[in-house]
């Protein structure tokens, strides 16, 4: 219990650590596993790759979750065509690439060589996107990345299971309609679950505020056990349906994402220390050259291919393709994928982990600090200047038949300067309190809003969703929002307060009748 806890505290460590340094966390987190197996400091001897496996399927549904729940579907959907292709078609590529360079450059075979080629294929949101925290990309690039890092798990995993089975490797035809027909089965049941999750969360409260997070987390979970079971890919149905959930406005939302984020940190923490503790160290020297030559082919060949070829139909400047490219992260994943030819017992399976361990920390080491390097080199950066978004949590009052929803104003918002009156909250909906550095008052409809406010907003059951939309419409619009054709309601977009076209045409029609001066009049304000 002691060693665990230790464990634990040099983790958090490693986290601070790396946020600080820009290097991905998994670094660090293999390297605490290292140090605890052979050849480490405490020489703990583990080498139980079906046990590695499952948990690392364990906590590759909980990342996938986590994932999922913090992806905005408003950035996502118009970059899902081109996530789609870079999952399917992109993939194809690499692994063509890939597995050729393993199999003419190193000599491996070509089971294995296919092996390694479908393994490293896959990227990891998590480990972009820890490196880019100080280097915030446009949406419609981290749209794409995010979209790509949660789809191409799923044909991933087909084609490695599929080339780790033993006997003869399909025909590539065959292929394609088994990962055509796994991924439409659990695509459909994470959609089919993500709603129903998400309609009965909305409409039944439970008793505590603190089961709202386990529930999310319950739901997803059960998606991908639902897309198993169905012999579909249960990794995107977990995505898909906890997607679903995170964009569904759903009641406590922040500590329901506060939770999910720590459950998916603590899921990486054990993933990668017990990667750490499988691989033994001194047999990773006769393996590290054939790793930097398969990973040199990866980065500089078949991934940059796979993003050009993919995203050829699509209209993106070829610094942004050239970002995405170096943005072709390696993490947990690959080296999960590579126990399950260790598991079946595929001849050379070890030296196929050796190989994806060692490419998967020395590529990670060159593109993860230099990642926010290129994004400014190539000006590739998102507007400062861009409001942030709004963050709300709704609790529901069940007897009531109301909620409260508490509203954080970020400090871009354009809700700061804008008076209570001004939000011209919906009939059934009041702000009742503000809290300002530490102190709390009732507002009156004079009152101005700062950066940094958090107002306790009461609305009545059927006007919540409109309360909430008109609050995200001030936040992103200003006093303005509605006025001038800007803003939503319940999800749909409303119409002006103003006829502006209406207006001008009277203007015009007045301005005719004035001091010889077509279209204007002498002072009619």
């Known amino acids: 219990m002691l060693a665990c806890s230790l464990v634990l505290l040099v983790a958090v460590a490693a986290v601070r650590i790396s946020s600080r340094s820009g290097l991905p966390s998994l670094l660090l987190y293999l390297g605490i596993g290292i140090v605890l197996g052979q050849d480490g400091l405490f020489d703990v001897k583990f080498d139980n790759a079906e046990l590695t496996q499952v948990i690392g399927y364990a906590a590759l549904v909980v990342i996938l979750a986590e994932g999922g729940l913090g992806t905005k579907w408003k950035e996502v959907r118009p970059a899902l065509p081109a996530a789609a292709l870079l999952s399917t078609v992109g993939v194809g590529v690499s692994v063509g690439v890939t597995a050729s360079a393993a199999h003419y450059l190193v000599g491996l075979e070509w089971r294995q060589a296919l092996i390694i080629g479908a393994v490293v294929s896959s990227t990891d949101a998590a480990a972009v996107f820890s490196v880019l925290r100080k280097v915030p990309l446009p949406s419609r690039i981290t749209g794409v990345l995010e979209a790509e890092s949660g789809f191409n798990d799923a044909p991933v995993?087909?084609?490695?299971?599929?080339?780790?089975?033993?006997?003869p490797v399909e025909h590539w035809y065959v292929l394609i309609g088994e990962i055509a027909l796994e991924l439409a089965i659990g695509a459909a049941i994470g959609l089919a679950v993500g709603w129903l999750g998400s309609f009965g969360l909305r409409h039944v409260a439970l008793p505590a505020s603190g089961l709202y997070p386990i529930a999310v987390m319950a739901i997803a979970v059960s998606a991908y056990a639902a897309g198993a079971m169905a012999?579909?890919?249960?990794?995107?149905?977990?995505?898909?349906?906890?997607?679903?959930?995170?964009?569904?406005?759903l009641p406590h939302w922040p500590a329901t994402r506060g939770f999910a984020d720590g459950l998916g940190w603590l899921a990486q923490i054990g993933m990668f220390v017990l990667l750490g503790?499988?691989?033994?160290?001194?047999d990773l020297i006769d393996d590290f050259w054939p790793a930097v030559v398969v990973g040199l082919v990866l980065t500089a060949v078949a991934r940059p291919l796979s993003v050009f070829i993919s995203l050829a139909p699509f209209r993106l400047p070829r610094r942004e393709k050239a970002l995405m490219s170096w943005a072709g992260l390696r993490g947990a994943v690959p080296i999960i994928l590579a126990t399950i030819p260790m598991v079946s017992g595929i001849e050379g399976s070890t030296r196929v982990f050796n190989i994806v361990f060692v490419l998967v920390i020395v590529y990670t080491l060159i593109q993860g600090p230099t990642?926010?390097?290129l994004a400014r080199a190539l000006r590739i950066g998102d507007d400062p200047s861009e409001a942030s978004d709004l963050g709300i949590e709704s609790a529901p009052l069940e007897r009531l038949r109301g909620h409260l929803l508490s509203v954080a104003i970020p400090g871009k918002s354009k809700m700061h300067g804008v008076e209570v009156g001004e939000l011209?909250?919906?009939?059934?909906?009041?702000?009742?309190?503000?809290?300002?550095?530490g102190t709390s008052f009732v507002p009156a409809p004079s009152t101005v809003l700062r950066r940094g406010d958090e107002l306790l907003v009461v609305a009545t059951d059927p006007v919540r969703d409109a309360a909430e939309a008109r609050l995200r419409a001030v936040a992103e619009g200003g006093k303005l929002?509605?006025?001038?054709?800007?803003?939503?309601?319940?999800?749909?977009?409303?119409?002006?307060?103003?006829?502006?076209p209406h207006v001008m045409k009277l203007a015009k029609k007045l301005g005719k009748g004035g001091e010889g001066r077509p279209g204007g009049t002498k002072a009619h304000h």
């Open 157 to 167: 995993v087909i084609l490695v299971v599929a080339f780790s089975a033993v006997g």
């Open 231 to 249: 012999h579909g890919s249960g990794f995107l149905a977990v995505y898909l349906a906890a997607m679903i959930l995170g964009n569904s406005k």
């Open 277 to 282: 503790l499988l691989v033994t160290p001194h």
């Open 371 to 373: 990642l926010p390097w």
């Open 424 to 437: 011209r909250l919906p009939s059934g909906a009041a702000v009742t309190l503000v809290v300002r550095d």
């Open 481 to 500: 929002a509605g006025w001038l054709g800007t803003g939503t309601q319940g999800g749909k977009d409303i119409a002006p307060l103003v006829d502006v």
